[in-house]
């Protein structure tokens, strides 16, 4: 009978039929396929009938992809910087979505897990730190650093690398999280300082995680999962979180005007359920749940914020004040360090050389050369207000490679680049000089 057929269907498909989910939910994402493909199988076999899209942006391509796309957009966002999300809640991108989940932390460390708003929802967390080849240190006799400061050592010259912030969402955030942690002009000075000592900036995030596993150099400045991940899958690597770190939610949200609606809330819901957070805990994830009962199902020494109340503690991280600055401290790094790399190393080298053969001795006049050139080498051409300033750092717009800048933007980088070039070859010949002073 025909009430028979019915039962039957509704008995052979309890899932994507039942619940009325559409055919497909689109998704765009800043993530690899190694944390994309898990999820989605994982959700397609839950609900058969709904197949997961995946298309891969970074997070500024993919914010200009959702606004383009208005009329007809993706259904899903779902990356790691909490700033880029609220650049979609500012531009009523987003859409409210209280997800269907209950055991979730309301809070890691100081940082909130979701937008107060309701627009997106962290599923994961994040810190960052250092990743260090444990071979490659002892072939050359290091240790291993524990915190940002230990990185300025001279013996960790030409040994370390970094993306810049420019290319990758998770190194900016690292570079806010010290410049937030430490204060505006301690921060840059400690970042130019670790500068001297880096041997590349890799236009990609995964540029770093790899030149450390092969031991192309031996420290990484990375997200969290970089180094757990590789460590999981067998690369001689480790991984340390600085006392100065963040640990910052990774998030989802749904599109305004979504067209898959009832499979885009399904989604959500699943990244946050038992199921879904467990999947975080895969050796090629290797990401922080925000369920807190999945932890006790994680391995043993898997790093566990709720427990472990030092991890992210120390900075309180503001994300209007990173939203406010953000393309001027993109392009403010990238012209003291990514752009004068070689002046850079060149200026520490003599430095940290002319220390040395000083030592402790040394006279007065040698002393205040030294002193003077560290002064430049660590010297930033913009204050912390002027920074946050809107008619400054609201000149400043992301640059694609081989785009050039116009207007004010251009302006302040031309005069940031002489800054750089005059202070490094200063801070160089002040240190060559202390060595003959009398």
């Not at 915190?147 to 806010?176: C, F, M, N, Q």
């Not at 430490?182 to 030149?211: C, H, M, Y």
């Not at 898997?302 to 993109?330: I, T």
Request: proline content about 5%; aromatic content about 10%.
């Amino acid at each position: 009978s025909c009430i028979a057929l019915v039962a039957a269907l509704a008995l052979a498909a309890p899932s994507a039929f039942a619940q009325g989910l559409e055919g497909k939910v689109v998704i765009v994402t800043s993530f690899s396929k190694d944390l994309t493909t898990p999820f989605a199988q994982a959700f397609e076999k839950k609900h058969p009938g709904t197949k997961v899209e995946v298309q891969n942006r970074n997070s500024a391509a993919a914010i200009a992809f959702i606004r383009e796309t208005r009329s007809s957009p993706p259904d899903i966002f779902w990356a790691s910087a909490p700033d880029a999300f609220e650049v979609l809640k500012k531009n009523n991108l987003l859409q409210k979505y209280q997800p269907n989940v209950d055991g979730l932390a309301a809070k890691i460390g100081a940082y909130p897990v979701n937008d107060p708003g309701g627009f997106y929802t962290g599923f994961a967390a994040s810190g960052y730190g250092i990743m260090y080849n444990t071979r490659y240190l002892r072939a050359n006799n290091l240790t291993v650093p524990k915190e940002w400061e230990d990185l300025k050592k001279p013996v960790y010259h030409g040994h370390v690398g970094i993306s810049a912030p420019s290319r990758s969402g998770t190194t900016h955030l690292t570079v806010e999280t010290i410049l937030q942690g430490e204060g505006w002009e301690k921060g840059w000075a400690t970042l130019l300082e670790i500068g001297g000592n880096l041997t590349q900036v890799s236009d990609r995030s995964f540029g770093v995680p790899d030149a450390v596993n092969s031991g192309q150099y031996g420290l990484g400045i990375v997200i969290d999962f970089f180094g757990l991940s590789a460590k999981a899958s067998g690369f001689p690597v480790d991984f340390v979180y600085p006392t100065v770190t963040t640990i910052v939610p990774a998030n989802v949200g749904i599109v305004a005007n979504a067209r898959n609606q009832k499979a885009a809330q399904a989604f959500v819901d699943f990244l946050l359920s038992d199921e879904g957070q467990q999947i975080l805990l895969d050796p090629k994830i290797q990401r922080l749940p925000v369920r807190m009962s999945t932890y006790e199902k994680a391995p043993a020494g898997y790093p566990n914020p709720f427990k472990d109340s030092k991890l992210g503690a120390q900075v309180n991280f503001n994300a209007d004040l990173s939203e406010g600055r953000y393309e001027l401290l993109n392009s403010l790094f990238d012209r003291l360090i990514t752009f004068r790399l070689k002046e850079l190393n060149a200026a520490w080298k003599a430095i940290h050389d002319a220390e040395k053969k000083l030592g402790a001795g040394g006279n007065a006049e040698a002393k205040r050369l030294l002193a003077a050139a560290r002064k430049l080498a660590t010297s930033i051409p913009v204050s912390e207000r002027e920074a946050s300033d809107p008619t400054i750092a609201g000149s400043f717009q992301e640059v694609k490679p081989g785009q050039k800048t116009a207007g004010r933007q251009a302006e302040f980088e031309e005069k940031w680049d002489g800054f750089a070039v005059k202070n490094y070859a200063e801070a160089k010949a002040l240190a060559e000089k202390a060595l003959t002073a009398r």
